[in-house]
């Protein structure tokens, strides 16, 4: 069975730095796409960041240079890095598989994490 | 960027209805279009793939249609437990994905 499990989530100060891990089971996280998407309460949902099976980075505008994802193949665990957090930030973060024939479809989803970012 | 536009943003309706949600594409993305439910506190749930394609498992009152840039959801005959808000997502410009801004479907 597929599963997702997010943690690292909490309550940070503007400006400070937060690490959020995925631990995966039921499929190797290095032999697929994966990515993070967020949703800040009450709002829609936003894509941050994907990386491809080959190691391939890549974030939306809006955390570009502040965000970092990658993968700990030994754990089948994905993570992303959040520096400078800003504010509009807070949100509930998914990581999720990435599948499909363009790869494009979010198939598989954790239960989320939120992350809080306020003074 | 691609932009969806979702309509409606909210919808009430009868069970037994036929409730159809619209999301269109600001340029032509083919038919790669994805369809999500999501319920309060949970994570989305992917329901049609590629435009109309239907996920394994996922009811067959459920249905996607559309090419380019005008897509269609649509529930034939609404149950208690469709309750939710649902998300239209484009993938044209992999790997960029942008999703639309949701509709709110409630029992009436």
């Known amino acids: 069975e597929v599963q997702l499990v997010e943690t690292g989530g909490g309550l940070i100060q503007p400006g400070g730095s937060l690490r959020l891990s995925c631990a995966a089971s039921?499929?190797?996280?290095?032999?697929?796409?994966m990515g993070w998407v967020r949703q800040a309460p009450g709002k829609g949902l936003e894509w941050v960041s994907v990386i491809y099976s080959g190691g391939s980075t890549y974030y939306s505008d809006s955390v570009k240079g502040r965000f970092t994802i990658s993968r700990d193949n030994s754990k089948n665990t994905l993570y992303l890095q959040m520096n400078s957090l800003r504010v509009e930030d807070t949100a509930v973060y998914y990581c999720?598989?990435?599948?499909?024939?363009?790869?494009?479809?979010?198939?598989?989803w954790g239960q989320g994490t939120l992350v809080t970012v306020s003074s | 960027d691609i932009q969806m536009t979702q309509s409606p943003s909210s919808l009430s309706a009868s069970v037994g209805d036929r409730v159809t949600i619209t999301c269109q594409a600001s340029q032509d993305i083919n038919n790669y279009l994805n369809w999500y439910q999501q319920k309060p506190g949970k994570a989305p749930k992917l329901l049609i793939y590629?435009?109309?394609n239907l996920e394994t498992g996922v009811p067959s009152r459920f249905s996607g249609s559309g090419s380019g840039t005008d897509f269609t959801f649509t529930i034939s005959s609404l149950q208690p437990e469709d309750i939710a808000t649902y998300f239209c997502?484009?993938?044209?410009?992999?790997?960029?994905?942008?999703f639309g801004q949701g509709t709110k479907l409630e029992i009436k």
């Open positions: 590629d435009a109309s």
């Open positions: 997502q484009q993938y044209d410009n992999v790997p960029s994905y942008t």
């Open positions: 039921g499929f190797t996280v290095s032999s697929n796409y």
């Open positions: 999720a598989r990435i599948w499909g024939s363009y790869l494009g479809s979010f198939d598989y």
